[in-house]
Structures are given as C-alpha cells and as structure tokens.
C-alpha cells in the first residue's frame, strides 16, 4: 500500500515525536506520519528517571553545554533555540506540571513521578494534531531521492517530500532503537562513529573490590587523565560484584568509552577532608586503632576492608594496631588509599543497557542550525542518533527535545 506525505518521521521517542509536533504547530497543512518499530510511542521515555522521567534539569541553558560530553558546539543552535525553560513551558502546556529537585543535581521530573502520564498526553496531542501514526511497524528500507523520499515497512511504501530520521542509538534495543536504521543510512554514504555505551558501570580488574560490593558511598571524587589533563567529577558511588556503579562513575565512563581498557580510575573518598585532617582524626585517640578513630567518617565495613587491602600489599599488620604503635608513615599508607585508591579498567558494560549512546550519525555531516543532512537535502535527523551525548541528570533528553524541536521548525518552513 503505497501513501504520500509531505513529512516522515522515523523513530517516535522524544526527539521523532516533538519534530513531528513542531513541524505540524508551524504549519498545520501538512501531512505528516510518525512511524516506529514499537508497539506505543515513547518507549525509552517510559524508563528514564527510574519511570519518573527526569525530562530536563533547571540549570542555566549556557551550562548545559559543559554537561555535554562529545560535540557540544554542535547544540548551539538547538540549545537556544528550545531551551529547558522552553520545555518546561511546553510540559504544562500538555497540562502536567513538573517538579525541581534542588538537592538531586537540579533535575526536573514529572510532577506525579509517572513518565507514563507524558507518554499518554504526548500520543493525544498527536492524534488531535492528525499526525498519522504507524506502531508496530519496522522500517526494512528508505529511498533518498531527490524529489521524492522512501519508507518501506510492512507492506507500506510511504512517499514523501522529506524524512526526519530519530530512532536513537544501541542502548535498550526493546525498546526500538536497534541501530537498524542507522545501518540502512551508513549504506546510503553516512559516516557512523562507532556507537559506545555512555553512562554505564565500569568493570574492574582488582579483585578486592568484590569484597566491597553493596557498599555505597555519596559524593567522591573520582578523576582518570584525559591526555594532558584529568577529568573530575564528584558523585555517588556504589561497589558492585564486578566493580564499580553509581552516577560518578557512570559519568566518568563517558568520558573514556573511547579507550577504556587498562585505564586508570582514581577515587578520593574523603574528597571533603586534607590528608592532615584525616590523620589527625586518625589519632584523635592513640589507644583505638584507626578503624575505630575513623568511625563515621565512613562506613566501618568500607573502611575495615580498605585497611585490610593496605595491610595485604605491605605485608603490615594494621587492623588490630593501636595508632600509638603505628608510626606517620604507616598511618600515611592508609590515609593514601582513603584519598587515592586506583582500579584498573577492565571492560564497560554493554551498550545494551547504556543509559546513553554514544557516536552514531557524524555531525560533521548535519547543519547544527536546522538538523539537515550536508549529504541529502530534505533529509533531517535528531535526537541520541547523532553522535552527541551527554551526562545524566535531564541534559540527552533536552538534546532529544532541542534538536527535534529545531529540525521540525526548520523544515515545516521549507515548505
């Protein structure tokens, strides 16, 4: 069965969905379709923020752009041009409201805590707009003519004066986004960075960490060298049975996908405290052993297997010691790992569970200021498929909303 559109848009997570919204809200005659492989829109969406979808975060738009880990320059125009405050806006205009977590990185959540209630105002707006939707409906192949463009899916063939490509990256590919479009687009000549799994735990090679797993830790500091320099960043931390979780580290896994193994992680746990504080808390009283100076400075259990690994690489006796029996020097080795200790890289987790991925469509070959292909006019994209990603916190979803926001805007006034 062959349809003609003036607009196809492939992929209806966050991105596909507010292009085909906002190229209807700028021109209301034409004929759009929102096509995807799954069984209802906004599937990913329905498992960011835990289920309570942390859409956005309230920090100043111009910060964004130091939470964006590849290719931030690329967002300019798309950042500006629908900014945070403008998707706040657009939230209660579905008529939800929103909540700011000030304590919790600023994040801003839906207000009932349901990124379900979202999903089900976004899929009415675009039934009333008269957006034909296409679920359940896997695209096996796409023509890029110059006049008229291709989508085939099922035993339909839609025609169309244009495509706006947004079917995500790797991660969770239940959910839709299984690169097979990406690959239909690298045999029509895009250039694919290598897709990466972004914000995900880090497996270690030291096996004492297992030793640790379960225990959580709030705001270390954790840093790696990033050629000449080394990227910090302060977060929570957790310990798993393979090594090392939580949003510190799922940050700085973002930041070395690119080369990961054998990399050293560096964690400072008492980021807080000098290493003279620590030792002076260390000998508050010389007839308790460190472990019992250091009480509630950590958890006891985190830092009794912390003076048991600093005992097995020196060969020195320290748990049971007695801080008067301890000289500056020994006492200095436990203060070291408190504010030192490395883990070897052995892998990261795979990109199927990434929260993020990272590469994909080249922004080289994309105009940051309207989301048209350089290859093939006509032809938009947007969202987590183009190779910029971001930390967590609210900021790929404003990627998401932003560049789906610009492409669908720009390309509603080429008609």
């Known amino acids: 069965m062959k349809k003609e559109y003036d607009l196809v848009v492939v992929g209806a997570g966050p991105a596909g969905i507010m292009a085909a ?73 579905l008529g939800l409201d929103y909540s700011i977590e000030s304590g919790n990185d600023q994040k801003v959540y839906i207000k009932s805590g349901r990124a379900q209630d979202l999903i089900r105002v976004l899929d009415e707006k675009i039934r009333a707009s008269k957006i034909d939707l296409y679920l359940d409906s896997k695209v096996n192949d796409i023509g890029l003519g110059a006049e008229i463009k291709t989508v085939k899916f099922n035993n339909y063939i839609l025609n169309s004066n244009k495509l706006l490509f947004a079917t995500g990256g790797l991660s969770f590919p239940k959910t839709g986004s299984d690169g097979s479009v990406m690959r239909l687009l690298q045999d029509k000549g895009y250039d694919i960075v290598t897709p990466r799994p972004g914000l995900v735990p880090i497996e270690v090679k030291e096996g004492w960490s297992k030793d640790l797993a379960g225990i959580s830790l709030k ?57 003279d504080q620590i030792y002076k808390l260390a000998i508050k009283d010389r007839k308790k ?113 932003s560049t789906g926001y610009l492409a669908g805007r720009s390309l509603a006034e080429k008609f």
């Open 21 to 93: 919204l906002t190229a209807k809200k700028y021109n209301d005659k034409l004929r759009i379709a929102l096509v995807d492989s799954g069984k209802s829109i906004g599937q990913k969406l329905a498992i960011t923020g835990g289920g309570r979808c942390n859409f956005t975060n309230n920090r100043p738009i111009d910060e964004f752009f130091d939470m964006v880990v590849n290719n931030n320059k690329f967002l300019y125009s798309s950042f500006y041009g629908f900014t945070n405050e403008d998707l706040k806006d657009f939230i209660r205009g």
């Open 289 to 401: 052993t460190i472990l019992a100076n250091l009480k509630g400075s950590l958890p006891n259990n985190f830092t009794k297997l912390l003076i048991q690994e600093v005992g097995r690489k020196t060969g020195l006796y320290l748990l049971g010691q007695t801080t008067a029996n301890m000289t500056r020097d020994t006492i200095d080795l436990v203060i070291s790992s408190i504010k030192q200790t490395s883990f070897t890289v052995k892998s990261l987790a795979s990109i199927e569970i990434a929260t993020i991925t990272a590469g994909g469509i080249s922004h080289k070959q994309i105009n940051p200021t309207n989301m048209e292909s350089k290859l093939h006019p006509g032809i938009y994209f947007s969202g987590e498929m183009i190779d910029v990603d971001a930390l967590t916190g609210g900021f790929n979803l404003q990627i998401a909303f």
């Open 219 to 275: 705001d270390v500091l954790v840093w790696t060298p990033i050629g000449k320099r080394k990227k910090e960043l302060i977060g929570d931390l957790i310990f798993t049975h393979k090594g090392l979780g939580g949003p510190a580290i799922l940050k700085i896994s973002s930041y070395i996908n690119n080369r990961p193994f054998d990399r050293l992680i560096y964690i400072d746990f008492l980021p807080g405290m000098t290493r």
